[in-house]
């Protein structure tokens, strides 16, 4: 099992910043793809960004690619994600997901059924 909480979500304004963290625990933090989805009010749950397990490879839904970071410290178990020039379409609740030893391609991690663990998700809300 690996447990996840996810923490860094808020209100902002438009064009503002947040980061976003997930704290893992449980299982080895360095054997998992770590994957950031959201779901926005009425939509359905969709992909934003991805890790490698070493750190080295990234993925990215197109939207988000120009504004937001992935990065992941094995030190502290803990994946992040840099969110700048935020937008009120951004506003939805965000998820940190993991699989133990999965392979990454961006195939792969960007697939929700990837993902065999997600956290409870934390709220952010982008203000026009």
């Known amino acids: 099992q690996v447990q996840l909480v996810e923490s860094g979500g808020g209100l902002v304004q438009a064009g503002g910043s947040l980061r976003l963290s997930c704290a893992a625990s449980?299982?080895?933090?360095?054997?998992?793809?770590m994957g950031w989805f959201r779901q926005a009010p009425g939509k359905e749950r969709e992909f934003v960004a991805a890790i490698s397990q070493s750190g080295r490879s990234t993925y990215y839904a197109d939207p988000m690619k120009a504004r937001f970071t992935i990065s992941r410290d094995n030190a502290k178990n803990t994946v992040y994600l840099q969110m700048n020039t935020l937008k009120p379409e951004d506003t939805a609740v965000y998820y940190c997901?993991?699989?133990?030893?999965?392979?990454?391609?961006?195939?792969?991690?960007?697939?929700?059924?990837?993902?065999?663990?997600w956290g409870q998700g934390t709220q952010v809300t982008v203000s026009s």
């Open positions: 997901a993991a699989n133990e030893y999965a392979s990454f391609t961006s195939y792969v991690a960007g697939r929700q059924s990837t993902y065999h663990y």
């Open positions: 449980g299982r080895t933090f360095s054997n998992c793809l």
